[in-house]
């Protein structure tokens, strides 16, 4: 089984933008699995199904199995987000402010 996770998409986004990318980068018959957002129906024209599948304060995504993969990129984009912050050491760091005259110079870390 071939899986893909596409992007997140704005709301106001049209459909013809969703057909186009459809066409352009899904095989046909894909089964493209939404939250339910209007512009997915667009991905019928390229061939493919569309599986909608809305959540909501009842039914959470994080307790469906056809978005366990989607949750899982979206915690791993978090733990590499958040750990890429904690990485810099911002104490060293030295940004030459407008009202100071001079930056105190950048001491090495051993």
Known sequence: MCC????IVS??????????????????RTTVVSDGLACFSA???????HQKEVV?????????????W????????KTAITGTY??????QVRVPLPWRTSVPPI???L
Request: hydrophobic content about 35%; overall charge negative; charged content about 20%.
């Open 107 to 109: 001491q090495p870390s």
């Open 43 to 49: 991905v019928t024209e390229a061939g493919c199904e």
């Open 11 to 28: 709301p106001e986004c049209p459909l013809a933008d969703v057909g186009a990318w459809a066409k352009s980068s899904l095989t046909p």
């Open 70 to 77: 989607v949750n899982t990129v979206l915690g791993n984009l």
């Open 4 to 7: 893909r996770i596409i992007g």
């Open 86 to 91: 904690h990485a810099f050491d911002f104490d």
């Open 56 to 68: 909501g304060k009842k039914r959470k995504s994080t307790d469906m199995a056809c978005f366990t």
